[in-house]
């Protein structure tokens, strides 16, 4: 296998609707998240707010505001349904990935068609094929990106390549990036599920220290009500962001990249690196099929 190779190779160069399905992902993820961070802060602010209360007609219209504001929140996120584009717009465009590596690859389903121009044309009905399963994602596509060519220069080049040029391109720039991601992800979600549980257990420790306080000194008003909800909110952050799940889930993967990294040295011919195509492929796409399914629960 060739150690280097003249070509570089970066998401820019996939496919119109990779773009437009991730910047669609991305949106909604960010209306999602941003929407449950407004429930909370309202929620919380609701509660602070009545327990500041002097029992005045103004405080408890504005605590009762807040409250509305939540049910708003939750209503509109119920009624449209942000987290839906997010999970179907990443799968689309994880899917669209897999199927651009496999192209330029030449790996299976693409293997068995020589012919460039048959080759791109089952591509093309591949990716629409994708789009026709995912009819839902509809306006969240932008438009800006969908001009884009589903086959790029820098695709075609790669996939024209001699098998031990692709090869090295498949593993610099789809299996070694991977890697390098989840390793990064693993990291990051750890250390972020440390964090957010400390914050849950303080608060938790808070509101027994006040509970207990208040049995000796009835007559002080404590916001014990207050840091309850603020439990509850980091309780519900963690279920949503479920780092703790996700950290392991990506170690694992992580780990699954690795020993597949060390097959790339076996591809010794056309149907070798399909295989070692097709076995990091399904490894990717396991992983997301799981995640996929613990946002749905």
């Not at 932008?142 to 086959?151: A, L, R």
């Amino acid at each position: 296998m060739p150690e280097e190779i003249n070509v570089n190779f970066d998401s820019s160069d996939l496919p119109g609707l990779y773009h437009s399905a991730n910047e669609a992902s991305l949106t909604a993820q960010g209306k999602y998240l941003l929407a449950l961070k407004a429930y909370m802060f309202f929620l919380v602010l609701a509660s602070l707010v009545a327990y500041l209360s002097t029992d005045s007609a103004n405080t408890a219209i504005a605590s009762a505001t807040l409250f509305l504001v939540s049910i708003g929140i939750t209503i509109w996120l119920n009624v449209k349904k942000p987290e839906d584009i997010w999970y179907n717009g990443r799968a689309v465009a994880e899917s669209v990935k897999t199927r651009a590596w496999r192209w330029m690859m030449k790996a299976e389903p693409y293997d068995n068609t020589p012919e460039h121009d048959l080759a791109s044309k089952e591509f093309i009905t591949d990716l629409k094929q994708i789009l026709e399963q995912n009819r839902s994602l509809g306006e969240a596509i932008g438009e800006g990106e969908s001009v884009k060519e589903p086959i790029t220069e820098n695709m075609q080049a790669i996939r024209q390549m001699p098998y031990q040029e692709r090869a090295v391109v498949y593993k610099k720039y789809r299996v070694d990036e991977q890697a390098l991601w989840y390793w990064k992800k693993t990291k990051y979600n750890k250390k972020m599920a440390v964090i957010w549980f400390s914050v849950m257990v303080a608060l938790h420790a808070l509101a027994i220290f006040l509970l207990l306080f208040k049995i000796k000194s009835p007559t002080i008003k404590l916001p014990v009500e207050v840091v309850a909800v603020c439990a509850s909110s980091v309780l519900g952050w963690l279920q949503t962001k479920k780092h703790k799940e996700l950290s392991a889930s990506y170690a694992l993967t992580a780990q699954e990249i690795s020993l597949i990294r060390g097959e790339a040295s076996y591809v010794n011919s056309e149907e070798s690196l399909s295989d070692f195509v097709i076995d990091s492929e399904n490894a990717f796409s396991r992983e997301h099929t799981q995640w996929f399914a613990r946002k749905k629960e």
